[in-house]
Nanobody, 128 residues
Framework: QVQVTESGGGSVEAGGSLRLSCTAS????????VGWFRQAPGKEREAIMC????????YVATSVKGRFTASRDSPKTTLFLQMNNLEPEDTAAYYC?????????????????????WGHGTQVAVSS
């Protein structure tokens, strides 16, 4: 059974940092294109990042560019989302999603339907 798990959410003040983690069991996570999405209260879910396990190419949404970065550990079994200089507008549930693609690309990185396996999300709250 495929299981995607996010962790690392919490509450911080504006300007603070958090690091989210994503792991997945039962599938080829190591070389998969993995996305981070978020959904704020009352808003639609939005894509914020896609990281290619094969070549580490990353696509980043304008809303978080320069503040959020993605990285993987050496075995490539965990994808991290480092979030710096957090703003109250970053408050949301953050989801990790794994695709069957090996590379992120302009055609798929921000399309929810391109991702097959989803975690249950981890909550991030940023206070002003």
């Amino acid at each position: 059974q495929v299981q995607v798990t996010e962790s690392g959410g919490g509450s911080v003040e504006a300007g603070g940092s958090l690091r989210l983690s994503c792991t997945a069991s039962g599938l080829g996570f190591k070389y998969a294109a993995v996305g981070w999405f978020r959904q704020a209260p009352g808003k639609e879910r939005e894509a914020i990042m896609c990281n290619s396990g094969f070549d580490d190419t990353t696509y980043v949404a304008t809303s978080v560019k320069g503040r959020f970065t993605a990285s993987r550990d050496s075995p490539k079994t965990t994808l991290f989302l480092q979030m710096n200089n957090l703003e109250p507008e970053d408050t949301a549930a953050y989801y990790c999603a794994v695709s069957h693609y090996s590379h992120c690309s302009p055609d798929m990185w921000n399309q929810e339907e391109k991702y097959r396996y989803w975690g249950h999300g981890t909550q991030v709250a940023v206070s002003s």
